[in-house]
């Protein structure tokens, strides 16, 4: 069966970095492309970051430009996210998708504060 397990999430100071991976299985990860999504609270969920399955073409929230990179591995089946000059507002829980097919993986928190 399709699993995508986040991890790397965690508390971190504002100004901080955190990377966050997806290992996903269970379908042919090259073959799809991958989004980091996440939903803060009392907010709905949206789009960080996206990429092609693979790899040569990326997209992001203009919140996070600048500021996070989204990469993949497709021999590791693996997708991540490197968080750079984190902020307050940037606190939530990420979610791996891979949205065509509705698959999401159970998220990982991130809480940026001092």
């Known amino acids: 069966q399709v699993q995508l397990v986040e991890s790397g999430g965690g508390l971190v100071q504002p100004g901080g970095s955190l990377r966050l991976s997806c290992a996903a299985s269970g379908f042919i990860f090259s073959s799809y492309a991958m989004s980091w999504y996440r939903q803060a609270p009392g907010k709905e969920r949206e789009l960080v970051a996206a990429?092609?399955?693979?790899?040569?073409?990326?997209n992001y929230a203009d919140s996070v430009k600048g500021r996070f990179t989204i990469s993949r591995d497709n021999a590791k089946n693996t997708v991540y996210l490197q968080m750079n000059s984190l902020k307050p507002e940037d606190t939530a829980v990420y979610y791996c998708?891979?949205?065509?097919?509705?698959?999401w993986g159970q998220g990982t928190q991130v809480t940026v504060s001092s």
């Open positions: 990429i092609t399955s693979g790899g040569d073409s990326t």
């Open positions: 998708t891979v949205l065509a097919p509705g698959w």
